[in-house]
C-alpha cells in the first residue's frame, strides 16, 4: 500500500482545523470520492449545517486516530489511508484516477408511461419523471458536467457539485444548476417550457422562433413561462408547488414524526434498507426537514435529532443509540 499524496494529507489537516477553502474542499472531496468508504461522510458543499459538520469533525478526528501515524515504523501493511478506504490498493487508485479515459458512458433513456417514475441518476441526483414523459441521460456523467434531455415534465432534485454543472436541455432551452430541486415542464405545442425554482437558484437560456433568445436567472419559489407568444416571470403560491410535489417523495419536512415512519420514508425514496438494533430509538419522535438533502445529509440530520449512531454498508443503513432525550 501507498501513503496518501502529501498534498492530501495537508487538505485533511485543514479540513480538521476548519480553515480549508472552497477549491481545497472540492479537490480533497475529488480525490476522497474516487473510493468506496462509506464510514466517513463528507458534505458537499459549504453551507452544510454546524450540526453535522460537528458531527463529521468528530468522526473525521476519530479516523485519523484509529489509523497508524505516518511515520510509525513496522511490519503492519495497514497505513494511515486518511479520508478513503483503509483497504484500497493504490493500483485501484490509479486505475480510478484513468477510469473515465477508458470507458466511454452508456446513454440511458427512460419513459415514464402513464405513471411517474423516480430514476436515480448517477450522481444521486433524483428526477422524478412524470407521465407521459422520456429522461434521456449519460452513465456515468462526464467529468466537466451532468447533462440530460428532457421529452415532457420531471421534477428534479439535484446533487450540488460546484466542479460539474448540471444541465437540463428541453426543447430550444437549457436549465443550468449547481444544486437545486425545480419542475420542469416542456410544452410542445407552444415551442416553449415552464419552470418553477422551488430551492436554489437556475439559469435558463433560449427562445423560440418568435422570440429572441435570452438568458435568465431564477430563484426559489420563481416560475418562469415562455413559449411563442409570452416569456414570464411569476411566483410560485404554495397551492402550485403541492401540485408540482403530488405523487413524489420529494417532501420530507416531519413534526413530530416516528423515528420508525422517518425510516420507512427514507427507505422509499433513496431505495435503501434501514434496520434498528435495540430499542433506544425505536419511540423517539423527530422534527427535521430532510426536503432536498441528500442521502448523507438526511443521514446526519436524523443523527443528529435523534441523538443516534448509523452505519451505511451496502445500502443498507444500520441505526443505534440510547435514543431522544
Not at 486518511?82 to 480510478?96: E, R
Not at 432551452?173 to 425554482?197: D, Q
Amino acid at each position: 500500500m501507498q501513503h496518501p499524496p502529501p498534498r492530501i494529507r495537508e487538505l485533511a489537516q485543514k479540513w480538521l482545523q476548519g480553515d480549508i477553502s472552497a477549491a481545497e474542499l472540492q479537490e480533497f472531496n475529488d480525490w476522497y470520492n474516487q473510493f468506496d468508504d462509506e464510514k466517513l461522510i463528507l458534505p458537499a458543499d459549504s453551507d452544510t449545517p454546524a450540526v453535522i459538520k460537528t458531527r463529521i469533525l468528530q468522526q473525521l478526528t476519530a479516523r485519523i486516530q484509529e489509523e497508524p501515524s505516518f511515520s510509525r515504523p513496522g511490519p503492519r501493511r495497514g497505513v494511515w489511508y486518511g479520508l478513503a478506504a483503509a483497504a484500497c490498493l493504490g493500483a485501484l487508485v490509479f486505475l480510478a484516477g484513468q477510469h473515465h479515459h477508458w470507458w466511454r458512458p452508456t446513454v440511458q433513456q427512460v419513459s415514464s408511461g402513464v405513471a411517474m417514475q423516480k430514476i436515480i441518476l448517477p450522481d444521486s441526483s433524483i428526477v422524478w419523471l412524470k407521465p407521459n414523459s422520456h429522461l434521456q441521460y449519460p452513465d456515468p456523467f462526464p467529468k466537466d458536467t451532468r447533462q440530460v434531455q428532457l421529452t415532457g415534465e420531471a421534477l428534479f432534485e439535484v446533487t450540488q457539485r460546484a466542479h460539474q454543472p448540471f444541465v437540463v436541455s428541453a426543447g430550444g432551452y437549457t436549465a443550468k444548476v449547481l444544486g437545486t430541486s425545480f419542475n420542469l415542464r416542456v410544452l410542445p405545442a407552444a415551442n416553449g417550457m415552464e419552470l418553477s425554482v422551488l430551492t436554489g437558484k437556475v439559469a435558463v437560456a433560449g427562445g423560440s422562433k418568435s422570440q429572441p433568445e435570452k438568458t435568465t436567472v431564477l430563484s426559489a419559489r420563481q416560475k418562469l413561462v415562455a413559449d411563442s407568444s409570452q416569456y414570464v416571470v411569476q411566483a410560485v403560491v404554495p397551492r402550485e408547488q403541492s401540485a408540482l410535489e403530488a405523487g413524489t417523495q420529494y417532501n420530507m419536512n416531519f413534526h413530530n414524526i416516528s423515528f420508525p415512519e422517518v425510516l420507512r420514508r427514507l427507505e422509499e425514496k433513496f431505495n435503501i434498507s434501514c434496520q434498528l438494533e435495540g430499542t433506544g430509538l425505536q419511540y423517539c419522535s423527530l422534527t427535521v426537514d430532510l426536503t432536498d438533502q441528500s442521502l448523507q445529509q438526511s443521514l446526519e440530520l436524523i443523527a443528529a435529532t435523534s441523538n443516534g449512531r448509523y452505519q451505511m454498508q451496502e445500502g443498507k443503513v444500520t441505526w443505534s443509540g440510547e435514543g431522544c432525550k
